[in-house]
């Protein structure tokens, strides 16, 4: 058999491959919205599509439904700064997310919040450099 004749589950069913992708969003941050850190009910899109905002890995970040409805179409570093709960490790780690270092905003979020659920085993973080500093 031909490899392109090979069926796959995801091509077969777009929707199934969109909510793993969604799944796989939240699990980066143990489920926690990046910018306040309560629990993720949503994706939100740093840049808005409504701006030219893609639906990529880089521009979605897991969101609480409250902080995504407050932001609505603002540039979402933009926006952040002026929120209460403004952290400059979790502004950081939304720019380190936007260019597309997953393991730095990761590795930011949990310097940030250390007591979040994060999963240690699959994010392999470091953080002994910042228990030092
Ligand atoms: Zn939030």
């Known amino acids: 058999m031909h490899i392109n004749d090979a069926v796959f589950l995801e091509d077969l069913c777009p929707k199934f491959r969109l909510r793993q ?3 796989s969003i939240h699990r980066f941050t143990g489920k926690s919205c990046i910018y306040c850190g ?7 899109h740093i840049l808005p599509r409504s701006q030219g905002g893609l639906s990529t890995t880089e521009n979605c970040v897991p969101a609480c439904l409250s902080c995504n409805g407050d932001k609505s179409d603002a540039n979402a570093l933009y926006w952040y700064r002026k929120q209460k709960f403004y952290d400059p490790r979790r502004a950081m780690a939304i720019r380190a997310w936007l260019e597309g270092d997953l393991r730095l905003a990761i590795r930011l979020l949990q ?3 250390p007591n979040s659920k994060i999963n240690k085993k699959n994010c392999k973080i470091d953080e002994s450099k910042y228990k030092a500093a």
């Not at 309560?38 to 939100?44: L, Y």
């Open 111 to 113: 310097w940030a919040n």
């Open 21 to 23: 992708w969604r799944k």
């Open 38 to 44: 309560k629990p993720s009910e949503s994706i939100d």
